[in-house]
Structure formats: C-alpha cells, structure tokens
C-alpha cells in the first residue's frame, strides 16, 4: 500500500496582516494534502489572529529575527517535505507542488525558488536589491564551486534530513545565504526551480533593511568562507603577508650587500614579523582544514544514521496503516 508523505509550509511571519490571509489561503489550495503553519515573531497587527481564522497552525516566537523563527520551525515540525515561503504574498503558491515533487520523487534535498531567472528584476522596485541579489550569487558561487541561480530567495522546499541537520546560526535574514553555502559545502542534491516574484501589495512593508542587512550578509559568507575552506582562506591570508614581507625586506637585503649595514631596523622587523605570520597562517589553515574534514566526515555518517531511522519510521507508519487501514482511502497494493 502507498504511504502519504507529511508535507509542511513554513510561513514566517512578522507584521504581514495585510497579506498573510490570502497567502495561507493559497497555500492550502495549493497543497491541499500540506499543513500550513504560520510562525508569529512578535506582530502587532493581528497577523496570528487572521493567520489562524485563514486555517493555519499558528505558533509563536519571541525571539525577534527570521534565523529564530526557521531553528524553532525546523526543531518543532515532523514532515517529509517542508515548503518555506514568505508571508508577504510575493511568491506563487502554484510554484508550490512542483518544488514538493523535486523533494520527494527525485530525491532533492533542497529546492531553490529562482526569482532571479524569472521576473524579479522587473517586479522588484527597492534600489540596490537586484545589485545585491548578483554580487551574493557571484560571491557564494565563487567562494564554494556553486551554480546555484539565486542564493537569497525565501522560496524554498527541503527533505527532512537537510532539516534535522541544518545547524541554524544566523539570526535574520542571511539565513537564506547560510541554508544554500551549509547546502554547497556539504555537496547536497540542489534543484532551481524559476519561480514568478511579484512585488508586494500596497500596504505591505518590507522588514529589510537594505545596507545593515546586506552587510550581514556579506559577513556571514566571509564568516562561513573561513568556516568551511579554512586552507583557502588562510593561506589567501598568508600569501598577502608572504608578499608584503618580502616586498619590505628585499630593499633591505639589497643596502645589506651593498654596504654591510642595516641602517632600517624597523623596517627589517616588520619584514620579519610578517613572514612569520605567513607561516603562522599557513599552519593554522592546515590544521582547521584537518579539522573541517573531520566535521564532514561526521556529517555524512549522521545524515546516514538519520536516513537509517527515517526509513524504520516508514516501515512502521506502514504497518500500522496495515493494521489499522487508512481513513478516507482504500489500501493500495
């Protein structure tokens, strides 16, 4: 007999009544076979109220930022399929089982909404966002061998184990940059999907701030560049003081020959201090790559054990439809 898959939609939500209502509405049409739940982060303005009467499961988490939202919604919901949207009604709920089917028939661990490929530049009016949105892509695509369309879309649908496994650091909104980099560096099945952006509806405010946001972002790729390539990253560091030494001390070396003096001591110092610091970071950069390769190692024998048990969890969700039979269908063979 076949088995139902749990499918979830995530919707963080903060400060979204103008919107949230036809958004929950979409989605349950959408996916009619999905939960929907409606995370509330502090609203004001009556969004858990209309997210509830609209049929969402509503829950709510004071700690102010969407990186708390996400670990709450990935620690507290069980599904086989989790779809994470906005609350603000900018992307198609219709995108929705698409993404679902990538996730559960092809085995996706993490599918991507591309709005970038679709018709975000021309729906998009913030200024600076369609700029940003390349300079991230170019950045994490470069950083981590990527070919990922669009690194900070709000659009996504996960497996269960890229959830149960996804250490949530960040607390706003580079979540999205951390999700697709965790995604890269741990050579995950990544599926873009273009999706339609559509700007949001009048009344509805955007809770993004343009440059302390973008450079949080920026500083979490820095962040997790050093994190997961620490070899790169270092000798990157190294190579620069290895050059700048050098270049310091060869005008030295050369009055040294010339004359058998060394009449700029200071400068010969820092000439030193920064060959050494090259080498001093070169050594750190292999000893944290070691240790970046253990951490992938443990990973992927999780990920194995957390396959292992969801695949007894199947077995026993069968059975017990077996025995018990299943509401509202009849067995399959």
Known sequence: MTIDPVVAVLLPCYNEASTIGQVVADFRAALPQATVYVYDNNSTDGTAEIAAAAGAVVRQEHQQGKGYVLRSMFRDIEADCYVLADGDDTYPAEAAPAMV???????????????????????????????????????????????????????????????????????????????????????????????????????????????????????????????????????????????????????????????????????????????????????????????ARGRRQQFEMMVNLMTSQRAGSWLGRSGSQRSQGHPGRSPQA
Do not use: W
């Not at 940003?132 to 990922?148: D, K, P, Y």
């Open 101 to 291: 089917a990538a996730v559960l028939e092809q085995g996706a661990d993490m599918v991507v909404g591309d709005r970038l490929s679709s018709t975000y530049f021309a729906e998009n009016t913030r200024r600076f966002h369609g700029g940003g949105n390349v300079l991230v892509r170019r950045l994490v695509n470069g950083f981590f061998n990527g070919q990922i369309a669009d690194i900070m879309t709000g659009y996504r649908a996960f497996g269960y184990a890229f959830v149960k496994s996804f250490p949530v650091l960040s607390s706003g909104f580079e979540i999205e940059t951390e999700m697709t980099i965790f995604a890269l560096e741990n050579h995950l099945r990544v599926v873009s999907q273009p999706v339609e952006y559509r700007d949001r509806p009048e009344g509805s405010v955007s809770k993004l701030n343009t440059v302390h946001d973008g450079v949080r972002v920026l500083k979490t790729i820095v962040k997790l560049f050093k994190d997961y390539r620490p070899l790169l990253f270092f000798s990157l560091l190294a190579a620069v003081c290895l050059v700048t030494g050098i270049g310091l001390g060869i005008p030295v070396a050369v009055e040294f020959f010339q004359t058998g003096l060394v009449p700029r001591f200071p400068t010969l110092f820092l000439a030193l201090f920064l060959l050494l610091a090259a080498l001093h970071l070169f050594v750190a950069g292999l000893i944290l790559d070691t240790q």
